[in-house]
């Protein structure tokens, strides 16, 4: 049922994802469903993605000392939990692999334009007080591509990044991930696609994930906003790869 090089391997995958949670609050699971991919079935990497999601959620909610208005954050946060319970129930009126093409081209694109762009965010406070119909319908399609086929958060950081200051980016994505992990995970749950052995091999990353999240907290403090755009834009580039292969 287990063999000793996925512990390894999901082990060592697992400090990656976690470095970028702890750096820009996000990636997790993009990082653990591209490369689990190749020694895993993508569906338990998926499983096992959002599962793991929740507790790293957790260990990052307390890092940054940035508020966000309760007008802004909660809308957000409940329209990506009703995009994730739609995702994780699957999408049978879209094909998957056109779907994934889309989505690879699209963040490819903008992955070069975080990159290539020397435009930088201009904060407005006034901008994230309260969120908009647009903030909504990005976290809501956002929380259906994450049930579907594992990957939301370039989606947000998209539409988020390009107005919000990286501090109050990150710590948007730490609170709306919680809760869309917690309903996607018990939807699979319900699905009967959460297995013991998901849970173990998740359970696994936990000791990596706390060393993860600390190592890219301490980058986070010290790279520049222009940095934080480039990491950014590697981590579309990254997620758009196996979109474009298939093999996510």
């Given at each position: 049922?287990?063999?000793?090089h996925e512990f390894v391997?999901?082990?060592?995958?697992?400090?990656?994802?976690?470095?970028?949670?702890?750096?820009?609050?996000?990636?997790?699971?993009?990082?653990?469903?591209?490369?689990?991919?190749?020694?895993?079935?993508?569906?338990?990497?998926?499983?096992?993605?959002?599962?793991?999601?929740?507790?790293?959620?957790?260990?990052?909610?307390?890092?940054?000392?940035?508020?966000?208005?309760?007008?802004?954050?909660?809308?957000?946060?409940?329209?990506?939990?009703?995009?994730?319970?739609?995702?994780?129930?699957?999408?049978?009126?879209?094909?998957?692999?056109?779907?994934?093409?889309?989505?690879?081209?699209?963040?490819?694109?903008?992955?070069?334009?975080?990159?290539?762009?020397?435009?930088?965010?201009?904060?407005?406070?006034?901008?994230?007080?309260v969120a908009t119909m647009?903030?909504?319908?990005?976290?809501?399609?956002?929380?259906?591509?994450?049930?579907?086929?594992?990957?939301?958060?370039?989606?947000?950081?998209?539409?988020?990044?390009?107005?919000?200051?990286?501090?109050?980016?990150?710590?948007?994505?730490?609170?709306?991930?919680?809760?869309?992990?917690?309903?996607?995970?018990?939807?699979?749950?319900?699905?009967?696609?959460?297995?013991?052995?998901?849970?173990?091999?998740?359970?696994?990353?936990?000791?990596?994930?706390?060393?993860?999240?600390?190592?890219?907290?301490?980058?986070?403090?010290?790279?520049?906003?222009?940095?934080?755009?480039?990491?950014?834009?590697?981590?579309?580039?990254?997620?758009?790869?196996?979109?474009l292969s298939g093999s996510?």
């Amino acid at each position: 049922m287990f063999e000793l090089h996925e512990f390894v391997l999901v082990s060592i995958i697992g400090l990656l994802a976690f470095y970028l949670k702890g750096l820009m609050g996000t990636g997790t699971t993009t990082v653990l469903v591209s490369l689990c991919s190749f020694f895993l079935e993508p569906k338990s990497c998926i499983v096992i993605a959002s599962f793991i999601n929740v507790f790293g959620g957790f260990a990052m909610l307390k890092i940054d000392s940035v508020t966000l208005p309760k007008p802004f954050w909660l809308p957000i946060t409940i329209a990506m939990v009703v995009g994730s319970v739609l995702g994780a129930q699957a999408l049978s009126l879209i094909d998957p692999m056109l779907f994934k093409l889309v989505l690879g081209v699209i963040f490819l694109l903008v992955s070069l334009w975080f990159l290539l762009s020397d435009v930088a965010i201009s904060p407005n406070e006034g901008r994230y007080k309260v969120a908009t119909m647009a903030d909504l319908l990005i976290a809501a399609f956002a929380g259906l591509c994450g049930g579907f086929i594992g990957i939301n958060a370039p989606l947000l950081v998209i539409h988020f990044g390009s107005y919000l200051p990286k501090e109050f980016l990150r710590k948007l994505l730490v609170i709306i991930f919680i809760p869309a992990a917690i309903a996607q995970t018990s939807t699979f749950w319900i699905n009967g696609l959460l297995s013991i052995r998901e849970i173990v091999l998740s359970l696994t990353i936990i000791p990596m994930m706390l060393v993860g999240v600390h190592l890219g907290n301490r980058a986070f403090i010290s790279i520049s906003a222009k940095q934080f755009r480039i990491a950014l834009g590697l981590l579309l580039m990254a997620a758009s790869m196996p979109l474009l292969s298939g093999s996510a």
